[in-house]
C-alpha cells in the first residue's frame, strides 16, 4: 500500500482526498519511482478544477516529481533500479509516495541536482527552455515581455534571460514581487496592479515595443499582450492563470499590426527521448553552472496530506516561485 492525492469530482481545493492505494508494478516501457519530492504547478490547479479535465474520475493528480526508481518494466534500457531520476510529463499521479512513468519521460539526473531542485524546476525549467529557445528564440540584447515574472515559470525565466544576455520586462502584482524578479535577472518590472502594461512597455522601449511577449495568464492580459507588440509581433499564450481567452475575433490581430499569435505546451516540444536530453541537459547546465538557482521559498514545503493547503496558497497568489509536496 501507499499514499496519494486523489479527486472525486472537480471542484476547489477541498476535494482533493489523501488515500491508500495499491499500486501496480510497471508495464512494458514504466518504470517505477519513490517520488522524494513533488512539483506543485499552476496547471493542477486547472486539472483539479475541471478547466482540463482528466480522463476519468477518481483521478490522481500532478505529472511532475523527481526520486528513484524502485522497479523497471520490461523492455527499458536507458533507466535502471537506483537511478536518480526526475519526470514532468506522466501521467496524472505524480501527487503519491510511488508513481509509474514512461521511461522516455523520466531524465537522469546528475549528481549536483538535488531531488528538491530537481522537481521545482523540471517542468517549469522544460517550460522556459521552449519558449525562450524554441518557440521564439531569444538574441542577446533582445527586451521580451514576460507576465508572471515573480511566479516559478517566471523567475527561471528571469536567471534564463540574464544568461542570454536578454532583457526581460517583467509584470508583477507587488513591490515586493517587482525585486523577486529583478533580484533573479528581470531588466525590468511593471506591476500590473498600478501601471498600466502596454504603456510602460513603450515607455521602457522608447516607442518601439516588443517583438515577443509570453502571457500565462489569459484573459485579464490578453489585449494588454497585443497592445505591447510591434507590428508583426508575436504573443505566445501558454496558460490561464486568470481564465482562458475566448471568443477571440481574429480581425484584431490585424487591426494591432499583423500580429502572430500561438498557444504551445511542453507536449509539443518533448516527444520523444531525444528532445527530452536536449530540453534537460540545458537546464541541467544553467543549474549546475549556478547561472539558475532553484530555491523554495520558506513554507512553500507541504506535507503530501497537506495538498489542499499547497493549492489554496497558490490559488490565493500566497507564493513565489516554486513550491513542493514532500512525501513522508
Not at 510602460?200 to 489569459?218: F, P
Not at 505566445?236 to 499569435?261: C, D, E, H, R
Request: aromatic fraction near 8%; charged fraction near 20%; hydrophobic fraction near 40%.
Amino acid at each position: 500500500m501507499a499514499k496519494r492525492i486523489q479527486f472525486r469530482a472537480p471542484g476547489d481545493p477541498s476535494v482533493l482526498e489523501y488515500v491508500d492505494f495499491t499500486p501496480r508494478d510497471p508495464a512494458a516501457g514504466e518504470v517505477q519511482v519513490q517520488n522524494q519530492a513533488i512539483g506543485i504547478n499552476y496547471i493542477d490547479t486547472y486539472v483539479r478544477s475541471g478547466l482540463y479535465a482528466p480522463p476519468s474520475l477518481p483521478s490522481g493528480l500532478g505529472t511532475e516529481a523527481a526520486g528513484v526508481v524502485v522497479k523497471v518494466g520490461a523492455g527499458v534500457s536507458a533507466l535502471k533500479t537506483g537511478d536518480r531520476v526526475v519526470y514532468a510529463q506522466s501521467a496524472l499521479g505524480a501527487y503519491s509516495e510511488v508513481h509509474n512513468v514512461p521511461a522516455d519521460k523520466a531524465a537522469i539526473l546528475p549528481d549536483e541536482i538535488s531531488v528538491e531542485q530537481a522537481a521545482a524546476s523540471f517542468l517549469k525549467g522544460m517550460t522556459v527552455y521552449y519558449l525562450l529557445r524554441q518557440t521564439h528564440e531569444i538574441q542577446s540584447g533582445e527586451t521580451f515581455l514576460f507576465h508572471a515574472a515573480a511566479g516559478g515559470v517566471g523567475l527561471i525565466a528571469c536567471q534564463w534571460a540574464r544568461a542570454l544576455g536578454a532583457k526581460l520586462i517583467g509584470t508583477v502584482g507587488s513591490q515586493e514581487k517587482a525585486e523577486r524578479a529583478r533580484q533573479a535577472g528581470a531588466w525590468a518590472t511593471i506591476n500590473y496592479r498600478t501601471e498600466d502594461i502596454a504603456q510602460r512597455v513603450g515607455e521602457l522601449t522608447g516607442g518601439a515595443k516588443v517583438a515577443v511577449v509570453y502571457d500565462s495568464v489569459g484573459k485579464d492580459t490578453w489585449l494588454a499582450s497585443l497592445d505591447s507588440l510591434r507590428r508583426r509581433g508575436l504573443l505566445v499564450s501558454f496558460g490561464n492563470a486568470s481564465g482562458p481567452v475566448t471568443g477571440v475575433n481574429l480581425a484584431i490581430l490585424n487591426q494591432k499590426g499583423s500580429l502572430y499569435v500561438t498557444r504551445p505546451s511542453l507536449s509539443g516540444y518533448v516527444t520523444n527521448r531525444a528532445e527530452l536530453e536536449q530540453a534537460s541537459g540545458a537546464l541541467f547546465s544553467l543549474i549546475a553552472s549556478g547561472a539558475i538557482k532553484v530555491e523554495i521559498p520558506a513554507g512553500q514545503r507541504f506535507a503530501l496530506a497537506d495538498a489542499r493547503a499547497a493549492h489554496q496558497a497558490l490559488e490565493g497568489r500566497q507564493t513565489q516561485g516554486s513550491c513542493l509536496l514532500i512525501p513522508d
